[in-house]
């Protein structure tokens, strides 16, 4: 898919940033169905100025249809409540608590699989993010690149195990279950979505990178940081070429939405 390249006029607070460009990029990779969905809020000055902008990504599971299926309907549900949030809620608790209730839904449809979620709201008082799964949301400020959200998995917990002296990190990474997710939209049960209560102030020059994990399993964070430093409009496109030119035979579906902010 081509990259798609626009911008949003958002003056924040306490901060010289004055507009946001987007870009996205979603490829299919070598599998034989694309799975990852994704989609951003109006960019009119007028809804951003009401309601703010929000990037969203869905990383499905569960094969075919079923997660393709799961991810779509995480995405246009997440902007669908998102168009209607109530104002008065605060912002951290109006994303966990639309996670929550998605999962609910998506489980009382009878849907089968599931799906990650990422999701980014930019307003005049700061961004604030969300997530559940392995799709991960990056900081890149003066060419570091930083993970913000944690990865809902059994290595996290294994390695939860391994700081209070109860396995070693050996074990842990020998663990069969340890790239299997502990939650996600679709999972029967409490989930506990990853996010911040206070809102990130970015610097001009900054950048968020929404992606899913064919992204960051395919290449190294030295190489990632490399593409995230190409000028801005570019970045997304890079991305893609730097993912497909390791030319893996199984490469997974990846997606990447980039918010640089100037």
């Known amino acids: 898919m081509k990259n798609n390249v626009f911008n949003i006029p958002l003056k924040i607070q306490n901060s010289p940033v004055e507009n946001i460009t987007a870009e996205s990029i979603n490829c299919q990779g070598s599998r034989p169905y694309q799975e990852d969905s994704f989609g951003f ?80 709201l930019c307003l005049s008082s700061g961004i604030y993010w969300c997530s559940l799964g392995d799709s991960r949301i990056y900081l890149f400020r003066n060419g570091i690149l930083t993970a913000l959200s944690e990865d809902t998995d059994h290595l996290n917990s294994l390695l939860c195990r391994v700081i209070k002296g109860d396995m070693t990190v050996e074990t842990a990474l020998a663990d069969p279950r340890k790239d299997s997710l502990r939650q996600y939209i679709g999972f029967r049960g409490d989930i ?58 199984n490469q997974d579906n990846f997606t990447a939405l980039i918010l640089s902010f100037g």
């Open 41 to 120: 809020s109006p960019a009119d000055k007028k809804a951003v100025e009401k309601y703010g902008f929000m990037a969203v990504l869905g990383d499905g599971m569960g094969g075919l249809s079923d997660g393709a299926h799961a991810s779509s309907t995480f995405v246009s549900s997440m902007l669908e409540m998102h168009s209607s949030r109530d104002m008065s809620l605060p912002v951290h608790i109006f994303l966990k608590q639309a996670f929550k209730t998605i999962n609910g839904q998506y489980i009382a449809s009878g849907a089968q699989g599931g799906t990650t979620g990422a999701a980014v």
């Open 192 to 249: 506990s979505p990853d996010g911040n209560i206070r809102p990130l102030i970015p610097e001009k020059g900054d950048r968020l990178l929404i992606c899913s994990d064919g992204v960051y399993n395919a290449v190294s964070g030295e190489v990632l940081c490399g593409a995230m430093s190409v000028p801005t409009g570019e970045t997304a496109e890079k991305l893609e070429e730097t993912v497909l030119a390791g030319g893996f035979a």
